[in-house]
């Protein structure tokens, strides 16, 4: 399977605990976005990378929260210190260009206790 | 600021009807368009998008949309829904500087 894959696919932690969730994005794409979507939105913007440049992050992505891409490939989404409204469904994807398609992950599912 | 309206929350349709589901956006720059859809238990699949041409595009399964670039608007429409086509849509708004804005969502029930 060439998509996009998101590890773990569900995740259930305690408030004030980290938590760090892995992006795979199609192999040839260069950006790579998170959003984080709740029952009844649409997916919100968080940030996104172009290679390992992370290029714009959205005002919703507090100091809690921090995202990586090193080699330009999978990234990493942490999240320290979780709260109760951290709980929400965390998607990726990815584009071979700006403006272009992005094709989503599964996504993980986070519920903070 | 960017965004994106969806003036239908939940729109419940009998198989065969047509449908029209409305998307409006603002954004005083250049701007592609795409329609989502996530099926019961799976993630976000890609639709159709408009980039730029022929303003009415066509996508997968019977689906297809207009853009009205004067009305900034760009609906998804079929002819006649199917049972299989319970979903959810999205419409989104993409720029090339890699902004990116989704509506919140028209959840439809095509009734056997």
């Known amino acids: 399977d060439t998509g996009v894959s998101q590890d773990p696919r569900h995740k259930i932690t305690k408030r004030g605990q980290n938590v760090t969730f892995r992006c795979d994005p199609i192999?040839?794409?260069?950006?790579l976005y998170w959003y984080r979507q709740t029952l009844g939105q649409g997916p919100e913007f968080l940030t996104y990378f172009q290679n390992e440049a992370q290029l714009e992050k959205s005002r919703l992505l507090s100091d809690r929260f921090s995202a990586e891409r090193p080699k330009g490939s999978f990234s990493t989404l942490e999240i320290q210190r979780t709260e109760q409204g951290d709980s929400a469904m965390y998607l990726c994807a990815s584009s071979p260009e700006g403006g272009g398609a992005q094709y989503f992950g599964p996504g993980t599912r986070l519920l903070v206790l | 600021a960017q965004s994106v309206s969806q003036h239908n929350h939940h729109v419940i349709l009998s198989e065969a009807a047509s449908l029209e589901l409305g998307c409006n956006y603002s954004y005083g720059g250049t701007v592609n368009l795409f329609w989502y859809v996530q099926y019961p238990g799976q993630h976000l699949q890609l639709l159709l998008k408009y980039f730029s041409g022929d303003p009415l595009v066509k996508g997968i399964k019977g689906f297809e949309a207009e853009f009205i670039k004067s009305k900034f608007s760009f609906n998804l429409r079929k002819p006649s829904v199917q049972w299989s086509d319970t979903a959810e849509y999205f419409c989104a708004v993409f720029t090339n500087a890699g902004k990116s804005t989704f509506g919140d969502g028209t959840t439809l029930t095509v009734k056997p």
């Open positions: 192999s040839e794409h260069n950006r």
